[in-house]
């Protein structure tokens, strides 16, 4: 069973940055899309990037320009590097994988992820 182990969250200042990472433990990702999610006190899950097997990535728009997904196949890792952070980031940061070559993030390709980390925490607050 795949599982996915997230990592890197904290407590940053507004404009610092996080690196999280998204780990498969005796698995190999190479042919996974990865997505991050996140999902922030009382509103929905929202996709914020996601990569595909071969590097193609797309991001939601209020990141474009501060996160940069990026995958190391022979470390079984999907990064996000965060950027210049803002309060409104402040969330549970979810990795998920699905055996597909589509980079979608939308709420309505959610359910095409079948593999979900636990979540890591991003707090973003002077």
């Known amino acids: 069973q795949l599982q996915l182990v997230e990592s890197g969250g904290g407590l940053v200042q507004p404009g610092g940055s996080l690196r999280l990472s998204c780990a498969a433990p005796g698995f190999t990702l190479d042919n996974y899309a990865i997505a991050w999610f996140r999902q922030a006190p009382g509103k929905e899950r929202e996709g914020v990037s996601c990569i595909t097997s071969d590097g193609s990535t797309h991001y939601v728009y209020s990141v474009k320009g501060r996160f940069t997904i990026s995958r190391d196949n022979a470390k079984n890792t999907v990064y996000l590097q965060m950027n210049s952070l803002k309060p409104e980031d402040t969330a549970i940061y979810y990795c998920?994988?699905?055996?597909?070559?589509?980079?979608?993030?939308?709420?309505?390709?959610?359910?095409?992820?079948?593999?979900w980390g636990q979540g890591t925490q991003v707090t973003v607050s002077s």
């Open positions: 998920a994988a699905a055996f597909w070559g589509l980079c979608e993030i939308s709420v309505a390709t959610m359910g095409a992820y079948d593999y």
